[in-house]
């Protein structure tokens, strides 16, 4: 399986402010998708992140939320902008290996104030 | 887009018992099913998974069995121990694996 390293693993915000999460991976992967789970809850698909590409996103996410860069296959980016409580969650990186199976980074735990 | 549903959302079983959760889908196009277990603080980790050719797999203690017809498939733990608990997310992916949609998914308690 590959190796997801994700940052930061967990971050206290301020209302208003803009978070951008780093994803990692130490190989070469097609997909990369971002996902949200709000406590106790399920994994909600925000978007996919394509290579060279814009962010394919899932309804209820948008662009100017949540922008994703993807500028090679091993990195991504999902920027949390205008922060409010709600968007209170652990966001977590995953990538479909060569075998497409998906595997997840360890998270980042927000907490928005 | 695809819909998966999951239950039960809590199961408790006592250590040595079998516990059984399914899921349903409803794109019949979704052709890979795989299991999560995650654990309080950590990342899902894959368990076991399933695809569209295949009735059913086990690995060990675990078994997924599938039904296409109906869509639905089921995650099935015998002579289950303390350390299986945890929260368990069923998923399935349509669309030659570009996405997975994951259900609410259930907390498993195993008393000792």
């Known amino acids: 399986s590959a190796v997801i390293s994700q940052k930061p693993s967990r971050d206290i915000c301020q209302r208003g402010t803009s978070l951008t999460i780093q994803c990692q991976v130490d190989?070469?992967?097609?997909?990369m998708f971002w996902y949200r789970q709000q406590p106790g809850q399920s994994l909600t698909l925000i978007a996919t992140?394509?290579?060279?590409?814009?962010?394919?996103?899932e309804s209820g996410f948008v662009i100017d939320k949540f922008p994703i860069s993807r500028p090679n296959l091993t990195f991504s980016t999902l920027t949390v902008s205008n922060m409010s409580p709600e968007d209170s969650s652990i966001y977590l990186c995953?990538?479909?290996?060569?075998?497409?199976?998906?595997?997840f980074g360890s998270g980042t735990q927000l907490s928005v104030l | 887009g695809e819909n998966v549903e999951q239950h039960p959302s809590t199961l408790s079983v006592q250590e040595g018992d079998s516990a059984v959760i399914k899921c349903t889908y409803s794109?019949?196009?979704?052709?890979?099913f795989p299991w999560y277990k995650q654990e309080l603080g950590k990342r899902p980790q894959l368990i076991i998974d399933?695809?569209?050719?295949?009735g059913e797999k086990k690995d060990q203690r675990i078994a997924v069995t599938l039904n296409k017809t109906a869509k639905h498939f089921s995650l099935h733990i015998t002579e289950t121990q303390p350390e299986d608990s945890a929260v368990y997310f069923c998923a399935a992916s349509p669309d030659n694996f570009n996405k997975f949609y994951f259900g609410s998914g259930t907390k498993l308690n195993v008393k000792p």
């Open positions: 794109d019949s196009a979704s052709n890979y």
């Open positions: 992140a394509n290579q060279g590409s814009e962010a394919t996103y």
């Open positions: 190989s070469q992967v097609t997909m």
């Open positions: 399933i695809r569209s050719n295949v």
């Open positions: 995953s990538v479909a290996s060569a075998n497409e199976k998906l595997f």
